[in-house]
């Protein structure tokens, strides 16, 4: 592929959930991506949060994480949908509001920062389900994946569509085509496209609400014939791993289906072997099955 980017970590992702970054990585280098570092960067700020507070610090916090990408000169890639939703969502704002931009970067200059917005922001299941794409990972796979997984696409991926353009929101096909490529098979289930009940701080503001939403969504995979939760997401992947730990302790269910990121599942037909699901709270004995290449 040979394409550059500056790779976004996020919070969670390095400080929660490493096995994602350190997958994530595998993947991107097994596919010829370069990956840069972002020394510097902060808290994206989460969009769901900062951005409902003060969009105008929200904007500076985010156009700073974006001029440090923009110093290594490539595209911003995140692995995270929070994170892709303020530095897509910024970088959107700017190229289209030149006094607010102007105002963000008189508040940058006096931190040693300017923004361009020159530069693309791509989150890593956009880079694999088109840029990569079906075609292109069955070429570099060496094995498949027994495994039926109900696919999570979150909130902040695709939406909102008139600015983001990746796939048709209420539908979409991107991630279950892919993984398709993968051996892996996507099961339908009944409210596929709701919020896992983590984001817009309503886990930490509202944790009854939070759990309901998603006690909703895991009595609706568990009545699929799906073996785990397969999403994009390191914020997604915590609710639905801690979470589950919540509601059985708090509600007295069984809740006990593995969660599995795209990156981990990418890496594994790749070749590694040991992808981190064994630091998952939820069901840690859980391995990915290989299966032949046809």
């Not at 972002?38 to 156009?63: I, K, L």
């Not at 539908?171 to 098979?185: R, W």
Request: overall charge negative; some cysteine.
């Amino acid at each position: 592929m040979g394409k550059e980017y500056s790779f976004f970590l996020g919070c969670i992702m390095p400080n929660r959930y490493p096995a994602i970054e350190s997958t994530s990585r595998f993947v991107l280098k097994e596919l010829g991506f370069e990956i840069k570092e972002m020394d510097g960067a902060s808290c994206c700020p989460a969009p769901g949060v900062f951005r409902s507070f003060n969009r105008f610090d929200w904007a500076v916090a985010g156009a700073r994480n974006l001029a440090i990408g923009e110093r290594n000169q490539t595209d911003i890639l995140t692995a995270c949908s929070g994170c892709f939703g303020t530095l897509f969502g910024v970088n959107h704002l700017l190229r289209h509001d030149p006094e607010m931009k102007k105002a963000v970067n008189a508040k940058l200059e006096k931190l040693g920062y300017q923004v361009t917005n020159e530069r693309e922001v791509k989150h890593i299941a956009q880079v694999l389900g088109f840029d990569v794409g079906p075609r292109g990972i069955a070429e570099k796979i060496k094995r498949k994946a027994n495994l039926k997984v109900a696919v999570h696409y979150g909130c902040h991926f695709l939406r909102p569509f008139n600015e983001k353009q990746i796939d048709d929101p209420e539908s979409p096909t991107i991630l279950e085509d892919y993984l398709e490529a993968l051996g892996v098979e996507c099961i339908d289930y009944e409210n596929k496209y709701a919020c896992c009940g983590a984001g817009g701080a309503v886990r930490a503001g509202d944790n009854e609400s939070s759990m309901k939403m998603l006690g909703e969504k895991m009595a609706a995979v568990t009545n699929s014939e799906a073996e785990a939760i397969l999403n994009i997401c390191p914020f997604c992947h915590l609710q639905f791993d801690t979470g589950q730990k919540t509601l059985n302790e708090r509600y007295g269910t069984n809740f006990n289906i593995p969660i599995v990121n795209i990156s981990q599942v990418t890496a594994f037909c790749l070749g590694m072997d040991d992808v981190g699901l064994k630091y998952n709270v939820i069901a840690p004995d859980f391995k990915l099955e290989a299966a032949p290449l046809e």
